[in-house]
């Protein structure tokens, strides 16, 4: 049974920072790309960001690209995402996902096979 578990979410103040982790189980994590989605009261999810299965490749969102980094650990099984320079509208339930689709269809959210229960993340002005 696949199981990906999401941590790090809390509240913190416009430019802060905060670190998400996403720990995989029960599937060959070095053979997945990952993803983070984010998804706000009302609003659609959205593609945050994605790392392919070896980390040598990254792809971002346009809202977060130079704030946030993605890593990743094949040893620990686990998928990273460093958010810096905060703002209020970061603020939604962050998912990672897994997917093995090609890197050129990342952002689309129905390519990923596997996800998590979210955490929530909460940005104070």
């Known amino acids: 049974q696949v199981e990906l578990v999401e941590s790090g979410g809390g509240l913190v103040q416009t430019g802060g920072s905060l670190r998400l982790s996403c720990a995989a189980s029960?599937?060959?994590?070095?053979?997945?790309?990952m993803g983070w989605f984010r998804q706000a009261p009302g609003k659609d999810r959205e593609f945050v960001g994605s790392?392919?299965?070896?980390?040598?490749?990254?792809l971002y969102g346009d809202s977060v690209k130079g704030r946030f980094t993605i890593s990743r650990d094949n040893t620990k099984n686990t998928a990273y995402l460093q958010m810096n320079s905060l703002k209020p509208e970061d603020t939604a339930a962050y998912h990672c996902?897994?997917?093995?689709?090609?890197?050129?269809?990342?952002?689309?959210?129905?390519?990923?096979?596997?996800w998590g229960q979210g955490t929530q993340v909460t940005v104070s002005s």
């Open positions: 029960g599937l060959n994590f070095g053979l997945y790309a």
């Open positions: 996902a897994a997917t093995r689709i090609r890197m050129d269809n990342w952002r689309h959210v129905n390519g990923y096979d596997y």
């Open positions: 790392i392919s299965w070896g980390g040598s490749s990254t």
